[in-house]
Each structure stands twice: as C-alpha cells, then as structure tokens.
C-alpha cells in the first residue's frame, strides 16, 4: 500500500625529416652550375572593384543615416508591469486598459505596448495617480474560525487579521478557505501570481489531509485514484492514500486543485461526511517550522520557485 507522505584537445605534429642525397660516383662536370636563387615575394595586391566599393560606400551612409538606439536608463519598467506592481490589477488586463487611453504617464495618454516607465514619471490609471509597491509573499498556517470572505457582518474573522502586523502593503489571499479549514494559505500584492494559483489549468500541487466521519473503504480509496467526475467536471487525482499510524478515516489526498470545495465533494460523492481538510503542502510549500496560526515570509528561492511553477 502506498503511502502519502504529510510532512581542450592538445595536437600534436609530426616532424619529417630528408636524409641528404648521397654522393654520385658520376664525374663533376667543369661547367658551373647557376646558383639557386629564391624568388622575392611582395605583397598580394587585392583588386578592389568599382562593385565592391559601391556596397562598402553603402552601408556607411545607411549606419549614419540610422537613427541612434535609445540608451536604457537603469531602473526602466514596463508600463503594464508597473501598473500590475501597483497592485490595481493584474499585467494582462493593463494591457487592455492601456490600449483604451486610459493610462497617462506625465499626464500623456500612452497606448504603446511596452512601453517603458523611467523613474520619477508620474503614471495615472484612470483617474489616480499610481506608487508602485515591492512585492510581499506571506504563508500562513490558517487555524479554524477564519475565513477568507469579505461579507460585512460575518459571524467569524477574516483572515487577514492574523497577517495584519506583516506589511503595510495592500495583499490578498491565493484562493479561498472557509472557516473549519485549516493549513497553509498564501498572501500577496502580485495580482498576476494570484491569478496563476486561481486558474483551473494551473498544474501546481497540493496535499490535504482529510479526516472523515468513517472508515474510507479500499474500493472507494481505489475508485477515487481513478478519477471521477463531479458536477460535469473531470477531477483528476495525483494520489490517494491512508495516513501511516493513523485510522482509516485520516487520508491523504494529493490533487493540483486549490478549490478545497473540490476535496469536500470528492468524498461527499461516496456517502462521506468531511470533518477536517487541512492543507499541509502548497505548490511545494510546507508547514514545517511553521505553527498553526502562524505566519512567515517566503525566501528568494522559495518565490523562484513559485513563479516557474
């Protein structure tokens, strides 16, 4: 039974030598040989044709007549990067703002793809002026009793309340929670990361640990590993099994889906009340180090690796 776990050539020439010609018994003659003498080699003369110096005359006048590349000035950004850095929304879309003129840089309609932002220029997104902020990435050990809704009046807490003294920059979550599901939950201002981990054809993974109300059977554990389909939808499972020294209603489940509402259905389609989801793996992120309710910055690496997912 598997087991899902929780936690330079050198050349060398060769050198030929004559042996000397032997001595002829045959008489000298007494007329005297003409000596040897060795031609005088003066430079090659290359021939330059009327053609040749036509093109070469050419191309100096096109080189002069170009335009001079424009320098690039240290610290330039996209003007679409800019704005997703300012946290409006994501690259993609502020293409689409630009194209419609409503993005002004020094108070200049701008609708050129890509172009660059220098520093000090003034941009304007429809109507406001925009400060770009650096990039933040918190990840949270979300205990039971938050939740990620923004509902005014609602019974629990929201979750940015246990993230509150981590930045002044303005983040959201990466996907939904509900308040009886706990584990790990990224925090951002990159809109186009957020957008990445909500697709439905992002590829990461993530692992839950599911507590059921019961014993899962072999047969459902098996048919589930299969894949199933859920309200029309093809869900696909990477791996399922039961949790090592535990009972058999603690399951591992390893899927690229971040709806935790998927995981919910999954086993509510096979007569299973869900007690407890508890994401203990996030696109190779883990809980280790990290105590319920807790949160941490992510590491320059841990980023990279994030943005090649």
Known sequence: MRKLSIIMNNKEGNNKSGGGRANSSRPHSNKPKPAMQKRAQGPKKVKVTTKVAEVATDKVEKKANQAPKRPKVKDEIRLNKYISNSGVCSRRDADIYIQSGTVKVNGVAVTEMGYMVKPGDVVNFDG??????????????????????????????????????????????????????????????????????????????????VSLDKNLKFEDLEKINKGLVLDGHRVFVEDISYIEGEAKSEIGLKLRSANVKVVRSIFEHFSYDVLRIDRVSFAGLTKKNLPRGNWRLLTEQEIINLKNV
Do not use: W
């Not at 979300?142 to 629990?156: L, S, V, W």
């Open 128 to 209: 406001a002026t925009l400060t770009p902020e650096k990039k933040v990435y918190i990840l949270l050990n979300k205990p039971k009793n938050f939740t990620t809704a923004m509902d005014e009046g609602q019974e629990f807490r929201n979750v940015l309340e246990l993230v509150k003294g981590s930045t002044t920059a303005k983040i959201g979550a990466v996907g939904r929670m509900d308040k009886n599901t706990t584990g790990l939950l990224l925090f951002t201002n990159d809109t186009d990361m957020i957008r990445k981990f909500t697709l439905p054809t992002n590829k990461s993974s993530k692992i839950y640990q």
